[in-house]
């Protein structure tokens, strides 16, 4: 009897594996993907305070991450590194659980908000504990007024500002960065998006978001950053005179495009501006029926005094301006108006000569009354000072006075 050959045996059982190997490959491969629920993952480490974040990056670095919450809101859940290492709070100093301190663990705790709005609003105080003055500014501005007053889409410090890629408004120079300055109006586009279609369109807006040009305000610049009042209120009208001169008087920004720098001293020394600048300083919250800057130039649609259509430059353009108020007034009614400038020989030479005569003509004439004035008094006083003076022993009256006035005595005492 023939022994079976241990090589064939060897060959065989290796041959066996491989074909299990294979069948187990194909299967694995055509084997539908269950997804893995959180649940089912093991524990990974919580990052701790002070922890770099690059842990919770581990997970949250991933793209494309959402999440959703009862009523269908979704939230998005992936940061990404980069922008998030460039924003204000990307620094190794300040950790995620410094905001999300309710995350001590992995899975996370299930947040009972039903919406992304909810959501947001359990982050409502987070900020105020590194911004204080800020967060306190929004409270009393008429954001928070909103908001304490009900409306829960007020918006809250996360509607302006995205607290994992929010760039920081200064360099490292401490300017202004103005890439970040430029992005104002659209964030509050947000909200008053109307209102930025108008804008946008303006001397004003198309400076900042076409050239951003530094020059030019954004929202922030007329209406403030968290300490925003209500634009509707007497008190903010009266004001608004003050908020246009902040940079109409730089002569640093208006030589650049050749604008007076005068325009604060014009309108307060006419008449309009005059009872303005009395109603601010008196009655701060009464209304006045005179004109400030924006009643004649525009609120979010101001554009240039030369703009063929609109500009005041412009004389028909202006007439219809100042017939809002003067409905009688003339085609040479705008004739004298000086458009913000100080008269000079080159620029409305008439007034300018008329107002050197004046300068003149007026002390003269004031001057030498009241030369004459003194000079009489002084005359008057000496007169009167002579006469109250007595008569020196010396002197000797004439010949056959004393007599006289001794007999003329002497009458008196007879008569009875």
């Not at 100093?93 to 359990?122: E, F, K, W």
């Not at 009872?275 to 800057?293: G, R, S």
């Not at 409905?327 to 040479?332: G, S, V």
Request: aromatic letters at 8%; hydrophobic letters at 30%.
């Amino acid at each position: 009897m023939n022994r079976p050959n241990p090589r064939f045996f060897g060959w065989m059982m290796v041959s066996g594996l491989a074909l299990i190997a294979i069948a187990l490959s194909i299967w694995l491969l055509a084997a539908p993907v269950v997804p893995v629920l959180a649940s089912e993952l093991p524990a990974a480490p919580a990052p701790q305070d002070g922890a770099p974040n690059s842990q919770c990056l581990l997970c949250h670095g991933e793209p494309g991450q959402v999440t959703t919450f009862p009523n269908g809101d979704p939230l998005y859940v992936s940061i990404d590194p980069s922008l998030y290492g460039a924003s204000v709070h990307g620094s190794e100093t300040m950790s995620c659980v410094s905001c999300h301190v309710n995350i001590s663990g992995y899975p996370h705790p299930v947040s009972g908000a039903q919406s992304r709005r909810d959501y947001q609003l359990t982050y409502l105080e987070t900020c105020k504990a590194c911004h204080t003055e800020q967060f306190d500014n929004l409270q009393d501005s008429i954001h928070g007024e909103m908001f304490k007053a009900g409306n829960e889409n007020a918006p809250t410090c996360t509607d302006c500002h995205n607290p994992h890629t929010q760039p920081p408004m200064y360099n490292e120079s401490g300017k202004v960065n103005q890439n970040v300055r430029a992005e104002i109006p659209e964030t509050c586009a947000k909200c008053h998006n109307n209102i930025y279609e108008v804008y946008a369109g303006s001397v004003h807006g198309s400076g900042v978001i076409e050239g951003n040009n530094p020059d030019v305000p954004t929202c922030a610049d007329c209406h403030g950053v968290h300490e925003i009042v209500d634009p509707t209120t007497a008190s903010f009208r009266l004001s608004s005179v003050e908020m246009c001169a902040k940079c109409h008087t730089d002569a640093s920004i208006m030589d650049k495009y050749g604008l007076s720098t005068a325009v604060l001293d014009t309108y307060v020394a006419d008449f309009h501006g005059t009872t303005v600048t009395l109603f601010e300083k008196q009655h701060p919250d009464e209304e006045t029926n005179k004109p400030v800057c924006y009643d004649c130039h525009g609120v979010h649609d101001i554009l240039s005094v030369n703009d063929p259509e609109k500009g005041i430059a412009i004389k028909q353009n202006m007439l219809v301006t100042c017939q809002r108020c003067h409905p009688d007034a003339t085609t040479n009614f705008p004739e004298s108006w000086l458009s913000h400038y100080i008269p000079s020989p080159d620029r409305y030479p008439l007034v300018y000569w008329v107002g050197i005569f004046y300068k003149i003509f007026i002390p003269t004439v004031l001057g030498g009354m009241g030369l004459f004035v003194a000079t009489d008094i002084f005359r008057r006083q000496v007169e009167k000072k002579k006469k109250s003076e007595p008569t020196s022993p010396d002197e000797k009256s004439p010949p056959g006075e004393t007599g006289e006035k001794e007999n003329a005595k002497s009458d008196e005492e007879v008569k009875p």
